[in-house]
């Protein structure tokens, strides 16, 4: 009796593939959600790419399969391998068409960058219903071109569905990591090596930089051309970007990390400011935990424009201080640091008067239920 019971709920199991990646911003939302579904029961698998951050950010955190395809970036502007991408992404379409084919999940949740294109269009022939999440204001390449094969889209922002249209778009908030909230300050210190004084009055505070998932290096150069001036009054965590440590930068006060994976949420805590390109996914993070923050956002030419409606969106709140790219040297980063720090009391004040709400929770449902499986509210 109990073995036939158990092996109905196995038959019965109901399951779920995610994709999504490219950069961290393309994989976070994942994260957060992955846990609440394989705690829930679901059998849950991950489609990415052969070598992105994604396969590591997944293989180091979650005990779920993952099935790498051929991808093929998909560009707005010249080069030459324009002419072989299109048939990557062809034979990424196939993997992921027959993969979907033979492990009939009941949907697929798809994050977007340029490896989801493929696994959104193979669900879409195998008529496995899609949802998609757009963490930035306005709709990246793939998640543009993913919406067509969608149910549905679910946005960060309000102000996303007049961007996509269609009738298809449900705005849920800022998905988090439930683990952001759960640093230590302590912890954070202590893995900088900044333990001596702990978290007394006297101190110095801590800056934490970080250049996106990816690192940036115009802030890297200005970080490190300020570290005289920055380290008279603050100690400096750096987040460079895997393979920007630069080993000439010594400085007493200051700390650098190519990537921080687990202990991110220690540093955060640590932090009493933050200087940051301008992901849509770290900003809310920075806001959750009511930290100021100087944006530093990518401009039109290296992205396409999204950092900069972020990051206005945010200093049109009150929570963000924005230099712009254009703008960067040692100087002016001092310059906005010390504005920044001289007015902490009032971002943070600002930042205090916003609900984040449990948007993990309406994007978990609404993918429930487009899985045609009962959800409640
Ligand atoms: C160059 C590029 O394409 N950038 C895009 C990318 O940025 P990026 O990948 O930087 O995206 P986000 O800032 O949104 O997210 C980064 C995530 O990585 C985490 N993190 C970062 C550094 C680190 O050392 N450890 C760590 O865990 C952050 O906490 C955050 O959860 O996706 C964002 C969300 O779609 C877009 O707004 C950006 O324009």
């Avoid at 992955?34 to 005990?63: H, K, N």
């Avoid at 978290?199 to 150069?221: A, F, Q």
């Avoid at 990051?311 to 201080?321: C, D, I, L, M, N």
Wanted: charged residues 25%; aromatic residues 8%; contains cysteine.
């Amino acid at each position: 009796m109990s073995n036939s019971h158990v092996q109905t709920r196995v038959d019965a199991a109901n399951r779920i593939l995610f994709t999504g990646g490219g950069s961290a911003g393309h994989v976070t939302v994942n994260l957060a959600l992955i846990p609440q579904f394989l705690s829930d029961g679901w059998e849950v698998e991950y489609i990415g790419s052969e070598t992105g951050i994604e396969r590591e950010l997944i293989a180091s955190s979650l005990p779920i399969p993952y099935y790498p395809i051929a991808t093929g970036k998909l560009r707005r502007y010249l080069s030459k391998d324009n002419i072989k991408d299109p048939f990557r992404v062809i034979k990424g379409v196939t993997q992921a068409y027959r993969h979907i084919r033979a492990r009939r999940p009941d949907v697929v949740f798809s994050k977007g960058g340029f490896v989801s294109v493929p696994v959104v269009i193979g669900a879409w022939l195998n008529r496995v219903p899609v949802v998609l999440h757009e963490s930035d204001l306005t709709p990246g390449l793939a998640n543009k071109i993913a919406s067509r094969f969608a149910v549905g889209i679910c946005t960060t922002f309000p102000e996303t569905e007049a961007y996509i249209g269609g009738g298809k778009c449900h705005y849920v908030g800022p998905v988090l990591r439930e683990e952001i909230g759960m640093g230590g300050a302590e912890r954070g210190l202590a893995f900088s090596g900044f333990s001596d004084g702990g978290l007394s009055g006297d101190r110095k505070p801590v800056i934490l930089v970080m250049g996106g998932s990816l690192g940036s290096m115009s802030i890297n150069t200005a970080v490190r051309q300020a570290l005289p001036e920055l380290t008279q009054r603050f100690r400096v965590v750096h987040l460079c970007g895997r393979g920007h440590l630069d080993p000439a930068a010594d400085n007493p006060d200051y700390r650098q990390f190519e990537y921080i994976d687990k202990e991110l949420p220690d540093l955060l805590a640590m932090s009493d400011l933050i200087v940051s390109r301008a992901g849509s996914n770290s900003l809310f993070e920075f806001l959750s935990l009511k930290k100021p923050m100087l944006l530093i956002p990518l401009t039109k030419q290296q992205s396409r424009g999204d950092q900069l409606l972020n990051a206005a969106s945010f200093e049109r709140s009150g929570y963000a201080k924005v230099l712009q790219e254009e703008r960067l040297d040692a100087a002016q980063l001092v310059r906005a640091v010390a504005d920044l720090y001289s007015d902490k009391e009032s971002y943070i004040r600002r930042m205090g008067d916003t609900p984040i709400g449990d948007a993990r929770g309406r994007l978990q449902r609404l993918i429930v239920q487009a899985a045609g499986k009962e959800a409640e509210g």
